[in-house]
């Protein structure tokens, strides 16, 4: 059950259409601030930030045995070890 949840990660076409979805928000946005008379740029930027944000927790989740978030190993090591020195008795 550890090494599917290590080993199943997402398609490249779904991580593609994340990133589709991504930029087509920011194009549209940006034509939004570039049409009106307000120039709002602030709000473009933290749009971008935020959606890039987004994208590296689910990258990041998706693929647990690198990256900022880790799966720890300790909890199984501490059980391998255990079960060891029972059988050992």
Do not use: C
């Not at 490249?12 to 920011?26: F, S």
């Amino acid at each position: 059950m550890r090494l599917v949840a290590v080993m199943d990660t997402l398609p490249p076409v779904i991580l593609t259409v994340l990133l589709m979805i991504a930029a087509i928000t920011v194009a549209v946005a940006g034509f939004s601030i570039g049409v009106t008379d307000r120039s709002n740029r602030w709000l473009g930027y933290i749009l971008a930030l935020v959606l890039a944000m987004i994208m590296l927790v689910i990258i990041d989740f998706d693929r647990p045995n690198v990256g900022f978030i880790r799966v720890n190993q300790h909890a199984i090591e501490a059980a391998i070890a255990e079960m060891e020195a029972d059988a050992g008795r």
